[in-house]
């Protein structure tokens, strides 16, 4: 066996309906990322459980992080911290991962990090990389966020923006329940309004041109909003597809899905990119450090690309698969604090609140 002074760190995830436990080494290689998803068990009631999200992870926590730890014998090295989701999130699933943590600090002598999920999606780059720089614009766009932070340094950041109502995701999930598709909704009306945006090219040559195309029926979002205010609603959204839907049962003509979709989505992001737009104008940011689970569309990606590069600012996502929820990005953050020799007290426990100042 090989032993070295590379630091290895376990990250646990479970603030919500996925159990993650990875092992990562100076905070940027990733050895595991196991992810145990417990979407097709909440989809047979249309959204989370917290209870029985509680008991799901509590049946997945002890065998990952045996893996983990396997995987940690396998490649020579020694235990150096065990960084722990501990807000915000649902309590019964955070406390699932936060004595999961303490439990095992304990038994290896290590110290264990708390770390904050939120901040931890914009670690999640490192994993891959990249490079961030502060301060930059955090944007995170998922089933339970709609969030933008000015992020001016480790542990200290501010929310700019936030949704006063559904999040993202949410929306785009309640959206496409009530057109009659699966859950989640967001990646359904991605594939339908992909086929909208496809039929209206064959038909008109580019997106562009549309000429006689349908107009959506849906308002802007927050159309009014001026000044510093960066946000979100989408509550008025989601009554307007109500009231269509409603209306248009009997009608021939009434839109056909994969435009509602399409329209439903499109508002859905423009409110996004106008936000945005109006952070990134102020000039002071670099980048824009985007995740969540909405950052997998493709449509969504590229209008940000599209803003980023008008304003001259660098955008970074990572991929997919560290755009959701998962420890390795837990295990990043936690690297960063273990580097700097100082972290919240992990004795403060575990909360749904997303502030973080009181940790500080
Ligand atoms: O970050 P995430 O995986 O987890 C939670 O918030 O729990 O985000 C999940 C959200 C869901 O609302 C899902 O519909 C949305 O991300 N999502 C998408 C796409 N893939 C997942 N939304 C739009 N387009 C997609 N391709």
């Known amino acids: 066996m090989v032993f070295s002074d590379a630091v290895y760190g376990i990250g646990i995830e479970s603030s919500c309906d996925e159990t993650s436990i990875s092992l990562i080494k100076n905070g940027s290689k990733i050895i595991t990322n196991e992810i145990i998803s417990q979407m097709d068990f909440h989809a047979l009631y249309g959204g989370v459980i917290p209870e029985s999200a509680s008991r799901l992870h509590l049946e997945k926590a002890s065998p990952l992080l045996e893996r983990a730890l396997n995987a940690l014998k396998t490649s020579g090295g020694q235990l150096d911290y065990i960084a722990v989701t501990t807000r915000p999130g649902l309590v019964g699933p955070l406390l699932v991962g936060y004595y999961t943590a303490l439990a095992a600090g304990y038994v290896y002598q290590v110290p264990v990090i708390p770390v904050h999920h939120l901040e931890a999606h914009f670690y999640a780059p490192l994993l891959e990389q990249k490079e961030i720089r502060y301060p930059f614009v955090g944007l995170l766009l998922s089933g339970g966020n709609s969030t933008i932070f000015h992020v001016h340094n480790l542990g200290s950041w501010k929310v700019l923006g936030d949704t006063l109502d559904d999040a993202c995701g949410e929306a785009l999930d309640k959206g496409a329940t009530m057109m009659g598709l699966n859950y989640p909704g967001g990646p359904e009306l991605e594939k ?36 510093e205010n960066y946000n979100f609603s989408y509550s008025g959204l989601k009554t307007s597809l109500y009231y269509y839907l409603e209306k248009n049962r009997e009608n021939n003509d009434a839109l056909p899905v994969e435009a509602l979709c399409a329209f439903y989505q499109e508002r859905a992001f423009e409110i996004v990119e106008r936000n945005i737009d109006h952070v990134l104008s102020q000039n002071i940011y670099q980048q824009l450090v985007a995740a969540g689970g909405v950052l997998a569309n493709k449509t969504l990606k590229k209008k940000l690309a599209t803003v980023c590069e008008k304003n001259s600012v660098e955008f970074i996502t990572p991929s997919p698969a560290l755009c959701t929820d998962n420890g390795a990005m837990v295990g990043a953050l936690g690297y960063q604090y273990f580097k700097k020799g100082s972290w919240p007290d992990i004795s403060t426990g575990v909360s749904s609140s997303k502030s973080w100042d009181v940790l500080l």
């Open 192 to 227: 339908q309004s992909n086929l909208f945006y496809q039929n209206q090219n064959e038909k008109k040559g580019t997106p562009q041109n549309r000429g006689k195309a349908p107009r959506n029926p849906f308002p802007k979002i927050l159309a009014d909003q001026k000044g």
